[in-house]
């Protein structure tokens, strides 16, 4: 059952938040919510200034490729203790603490590249990202493992409501923080100025040490997951490791040495359905080639027993066992198909939207006032009442309520685009977009919580996670191409329509469910 969630009143309800637990997890939210912008909006309008094709941009969102993929090597973040700093952190804080490390030097090296300096640098600054990603991602598959194991599941809905808020004002600091400071220090559309990016993205970096901070003086949770199997040595750890190093190396080569011959695919293609087509079906068939070409890799390792069999079946096997023995097959299908689809409408909007805000001709402070700062406090409120009325309603009747909100919201996109640049309308869209996200956000992580099983606390959460934003960010990487074909009124239609089969999907989980 997922619909447990009840106190006996609203005072009760309210006093929840002033618990340790809860007030830890606004400041992690901070430190998980800082770097998913500097790799998202802030970037592509620092990019777009730079003078970078708008499909280009988008498809830098492919860095962050690396939260839909995490369950991969997150059971190394569940079992594998870290030299040191195990026993002085414990397990669940060294690895949030190593994390945020290499977020800040993720951060660093996209700060020292300029994007318009020479032929590579684009190519260094798309390397500094997915270190960027790869790191906040493994930060996530902490945090999310921490939050779960710090307190009872019936605290979970309030927990992830508080970790939204952290998570959104971190995102306020790298959406509407980057695009004030950029502006401060003297870039904008019409005069580029890469020392002043470089000095926001240095600001960024030392915005991390609030997450650092808490994770030293955050208590280490009493209750965890499985205990690492101490048959397992030191070198099946190294050989799990590097299982995982060969793999993430097979997908980015082939990925990257391809992309010539992928290129010249699509000018071929183009010729025939059109540029725009073309583009995502020729994009689409190089990325699961590359993932193809990864699959196959590991296979044959564990073919050779490069690693130890009962570790990959203890966790990678075990965990997907678990899930479909609890819910059985057609009800765990039915699950994760939700879980892959239910933010399918924002997250594709969201890669556009900074640069549609440019074209509609926004301005850079009225994008990081209106749609960062107010959509912030919109956000913030979305996410307390969704964390309250889930406790006091239900998960699945706020699941419903999300899902209505977050398709509906995307059709005043499709009116924004018709009218052009009109700031009350602006107020308007970003109004209910961002109080339909925090309301949703908060019943979705709630749901998530509760599918978990405490054995496999960080693996199972990751797959939920990644499997959240694999489709949708594989598509969202393909917006600006989609934008180019179809306009944008059109593109929002079509994210809302993405929305509807959502709606019958919680119907369906709540009747099984209950």
């Not at 637990?21 to 992690?28: A, K, R």
């Not at 902490?142 to 004002?169: F, H, K, V």
């Not at 980015?252 to 079906?281: D, P, R, Y």
């Given at each position: 059952?997922v619909?447990n969630h009840a106190?006996?009143?609203w005072?009760e309800?309210?006093?929840?938040f002033?618990?340790?637990?809860?007030?830890?997890?606004?400041?992690?939210g901070?430190?998980?919510?800082?770097?998913i912008l500097?790799?998202?909006?802030?970037?592509?309008?620092?990019?777009?200034?730079a003078?970078?094709?708008?499909s280009a941009v988008?498809f830098?969102?492919w860095?962050?490729?690396?939260y839909?993929?995490?369950?991969v090597w997150a059971?190394?973040?569940?079992?594998?203790?870290?030299?040191?700093?195990?026993?002085?952190?414990g397990r669940?804080r060294?690895w949030?603490?190593?994390?945020?490390?290499?977020?800040?030097?993720?951060i660093?090296?996209m700060?020292?590249?300029n994007?318009t300096?020479?032929?590579?640098?684009?190519?260094?600054?798309?390397?500094?990202?997915?270190?960027?990603g790869?790191?906040?991602?493994?930060?996530d598959?902490?945090?999310?493992?921490?939050?779960?194991?710090?307190d009872?599941?019936?605290?979970?809905a309030?927990?992830?409501?508080?970790?939204?808020a952290?998570y959104r004002?971190?995102m306020?600091v790298?959406?509407?923080?980057?695009l004030?400071?950029?502006?401060?220090?003297?870039?904008?559309?019409e005069?580029?100025?890469?020392?002043?990016w470089?000095?926001t993205?240095f600001?960024m970096?030392?915005?991390?040490?609030?997450?650092?901070l808490?994770?030293?003086?955050?208590?280490?949770?009493?209750?965890?997951?499985r205990?690492a199997?101490?048959n397992?040595t030191?070198?099946?750890y190294?050989?799990?490791?590097?299982l995982?190093?060969?793999?993430?190396?097979?997908?980015a080569?082939?990925?990257?040495?391809?992309?010539?011959l992928t290129?010249?695919?699509?000018?071929?293609?183009?010729a025939?359905?059109?540029?725009?087509?073309?583009?995502?079906?020729i994009e689409?068939?190089?990325f699961?080639?590359?993932?193809?070409?990864a699959?196959?890799?590991?296979i044959?390792?564990l073919?050779v027993?490069?690693v130890?069999k009962?570790?990959v079946?203890?966790t990678?096997?075990?965990?997907?066992?678990d899930?479909?023995?609890?819910?059985g097959q057609?009800?765990?299908?039915?699950?994760l198909?939700?879980?892959?689809l239910?933010?399918?409408?924002d997250?594709?909007?969201?890669v556009?939207?900074?640069?549609?805000?440019?074209?509609m001709?926004?301005?850079?402070e009225?994008?990081?006032?209106?749609?960062?700062?107010?959509?912030?406090i919109m956000t913030l409120?979305?996410?307390?009442l969704?964390?309250?009325l889930?406790v006091?309603?239900?998960?699945?009747?706020m699941?419903?309520w999300?899902a209505?909100?977050?398709?509906?919201?995307?059709?005043?996109?499709?009116l924004l685009a018709?009218?052009?640049?009109?700031v009350?309308?602006?107020y308007?869209?970003i109004s209910?977009?961002n109080l339909?996200a925090?309301l949703a956000?908060?019943?979705?992580v709630?749901?998530?919580?509760?599918?978990t099983n405490?054995?496999?606390t960080?693996?199972?959460?990751a797959?939920f996670?990644s499997?959240m934003?694999?489709?949708?960010?594989?598509?969202?990487?393909?917006?600006?191409s989609m934008v180019?074909?179809?306009?944008?009124?059109h593109f929002?239609?079509?994210t809302a329509?993405m929305?509807?089969?959502?709606?019958y999907?919680?119907?369906l989980?709540?009747?099984k469910?209950?």
């Amino acid at each position: 059952m997922v619909d447990n969630h009840a106190v006996k009143n609203w005072k009760e309800s309210l006093q929840q938040f002033l618990k340790p637990s809860v007030i830890i997890m606004l400041f992690f939210g901070f430190s998980a919510g800082l770097p998913i912008l500097l790799i998202f909006s802030s970037l592509s309008l620092w990019l777009r200034e730079a003078g970078v094709e708008r499909s280009a941009v988008t498809f830098f969102s492919w860095a962050a490729l690396g939260y839909s993929f995490k369950f991969v090597w997150a059971p190394l973040v569940d079992r594998l203790p870290l030299p040191f700093l195990h026993k002085k952190l414990g397990r669940r804080r060294s690895w949030i603490l190593v994390a945020q490390v290499f977020v800040v030097l993720g951060i660093l090296g996209m700060a020292l590249t300029n994007p318009t300096s020479s032929s590579m640098s684009l190519t260094v600054m798309a390397f500094a990202t997915i270190v960027l990603g790869f790191s906040s991602a493994t930060q996530d598959i902490s945090i999310d493992a921490y939050r779960i194991e710090s307190d009872t599941q019936e605290m979970q809905a309030l927990l992830s409501s508080t970790y939204i808020a952290g998570y959104r004002i971190g995102m306020i600091v790298a959406g509407a923080g980057a695009l004030f400071l950029a502006s401060h220090f003297g870039s904008t559309g019409e005069h580029y100025s890469y020392s002043a990016w470089r000095t926001t993205y240095f600001i960024m970096a030392m915005a991390m040490l609030v997450g650092i901070l808490t994770t030293f003086l955050a208590p280490e949770p009493q209750v965890q997951s499985r205990a690492a199997n101490t048959n397992f040595t030191t070198l099946d750890y190294l050989r799990f490791t590097g299982l995982f190093a060969v793999i993430a190396s097979i997908f980015a080569g082939t990925f990257f040495v391809s992309s010539s011959l992928t290129e010249n695919l699509k000018s071929q293609v183009a010729a025939v359905i059109g540029e725009g087509l073309s583009g995502f079906l020729i994009e689409s068939t190089h990325f699961i080639f590359a993932v193809g070409m990864a699959v196959t890799a590991a296979i044959l390792l564990l073919k050779v027993h490069f690693v130890n069999k009962q570790m990959v079946q203890e966790t990678y096997v075990d965990p997907i066992k678990d899930f479909f023995d609890r819910y059985g097959q057609s009800v765990a299908i039915l699950l994760l198909s939700l879980v892959g689809l239910y933010r399918i409408s924002d997250i594709v909007l969201g890669v556009i939207s900074n640069v549609f805000y440019q074209d509609m001709g926004f301005t850079k402070e009225q994008i990081a006032g209106i749609v960062k700062t107010f959509g912030l406090i919109m956000t913030l409120l979305g996410g307390f009442l969704g964390g309250i009325l889930t406790v006091r309603f239900g998960v699945i009747r706020m699941l419903w309520w999300g899902a209505i909100l977050s398709a509906a919201t995307n059709v005043l996109f499709m009116l924004l685009a018709n009218m052009g640049n009109n700031v009350p309308m602006l107020y308007l869209v970003i109004s209910a977009d961002n109080l339909s996200a925090g309301l949703a956000s908060a019943a979705f992580v709630a749901f998530l919580s509760s599918l978990t099983n405490i054995s496999f606390t960080a693996v199972q959460y990751a797959i939920f996670t990644s499997l959240m934003t694999l489709l949708p960010k594989v598509l969202g990487g393909y917006s600006g191409s989609m934008v180019d074909a179809l306009g944008y009124s059109h593109f929002f239609l079509m994210t809302a329509l993405m929305g509807l089969p959502v709606l019958y999907l919680v119907w369906l989980a709540g009747k099984k469910l209950t």
